[in-house]
Every structure is written in C-alpha cells, then in structure tokens.
C-alpha cells in the first residue's frame, strides 16, 4: 500500500523554524511532481511550494526568500525548510506527490495526499 507520512511539525515562536519531512512507502516505481500545501483553519488549500522530477520549484509568493522545498529520490523523501516563520504560517500542512506505483490495477500513475502535519506559529 502507498503511503506518504508527514513528520517535523510543531509548536514554534516568530522567527523560527522547523523542517517539514514527507516519506514516501510501498512499491513505488517512480516519483514526478511533489508539492506541499496547506490549510489555514476556514480558508482553502493552498499550494505552499512544489518541486518537478527535474529540480525546478515554485512557491507561492507569500513564502518566497523563507522556504525552501527540496526532494530525496533514493530516500523517496521530499521536505520543506521553513524560516523567519510568521503567526500567518499557521496551518495543517500536506504534502503530495505524484507518484507511479503498483496499485491493485498494476502499475498506476496517481496522486497520493499525506495526512498533515499541524505547524503553529505562536509566541
């Protein structure tokens, strides 16, 4: 079964950081886009930041110069950098991935959600 596994979130100050990790697990083939979103309490999801199978990112502009997403295709690992964090970070954090894996139809391209990691921004 594919899964993706969100860790690294947490309680931190004005000004801090933390890094977010997303692992990917089961019979994966291949890894294409990977992005993380997120979703402030009665606002929608929003793109925080993506990566392509290439290296080339996006962030939204909001996180530009303070996040810095980056991926790990041996570890099957994606993860987010995030500094000089504001109160407006707070959020649930997600991440996806676009990912070519065995399904019980055979092999499958698809997009798989990980189940959120709380980020609090909060002094």
């Known amino acids: 079964q594919v899964q993706l596994v969100e860790s690294g979130g947490g309680l931190v100050q004005p000004g801090g950081s933390l890094r977010l990790s997303c692992a990917a697990s089961g019979s994966i083939f291949r890894i294409d886009a990977v992005g993380w979103y997120r979703q402030a309490p009665g606002k929608q999801r929003e793109l925080v930041a993506a990566i392509t199978s290439g290296g080339n990112t996006n962030y939204a502009d909001s996180v530009k110069g303070r996040f810095t997403i980056s991926r790990d295709n041996a570890k099957k690992t994606m993860y987010l950098q995030m500094n000089s964090l504001k109160p407006e970070d707070t959020a649930l954090y997600y991440c996806?991935?676009?990912?070519?894996?065995?399904?019980?139809?055979?092999?499958?391209?698809?997009?798989?959600w990980g189940q959120g990691t709380q980020v609090t921004v909060s002094s």
């Open positions: 996806y991935a676009d990912l070519l894996a065995v399904t019980g139809r055979g092999p499958e391209l698809t997009g798989y």
